[in-house]
């Protein structure tokens, strides 16, 4: 059995800082792309970024400049560190990542159960 669990998020300030984690654990054999994503009310979850498992990034537009991905292979973690937030950056933020677990043959694409990030005005 893997778990993804995230961390960090809360409610700040515009032009502030937040820091989010994700803990993958379980009968890991390895872990390929990780990835955040988020979904704003009434709207389609969308991808935030994400890190291959050789350090490749991509990042959506909205995005770029102000936040970056980042993972720590020895610990099963990824993180985004979000800076200069907006109020349009207010959603629920899911980190998922590839995963090949003991008992299956191939990556299997894992799901956190989301973090609340609320930026006021």
């Known amino acids: 059995q893997v778990q993804l669990v995230e961390s960090g998020g809360g409610l700040v300030q515009a032009g502030g800082s937040l820091r989010l984690s994700c803990v993958a654990s379980?009968?890991?054999?390895?872990?390929?792309?990780m990835g955040w994503y988020r979904q704003a009310p009434g709207k389609e979850r969308e991808l935030v970024a994400r890190?291959?498992?050789?350090?490749?990034?991509t990042y959506a537009d909205s995005v770029k400049g102000r936040f970056t991905i980042s993972r720590d292979n020895a610990k099963n973690t990824v993180y985004l560190q979000m800076n200069s937030l907006k109020p349009e950056d207010t959603a629920v933020y899911y980190c998922?990542?590839?995963?090949?677990?003991?008992?299956?043959?191939?990556?299997?694409?894992?799901w956190g159960q989301g973090t609340q990030v609320t930026v006021s005005s």
């Open positions: 379980g009968s890991i054999i390895s872990i390929n792309d």
């Open positions: 890190v291959t498992s050789g350090g490749r990034t």
């Open positions: 998922d990542a590839y995963i090949l677990s003991a008992g299956w043959g191939d990556d299997y694409d894992y």
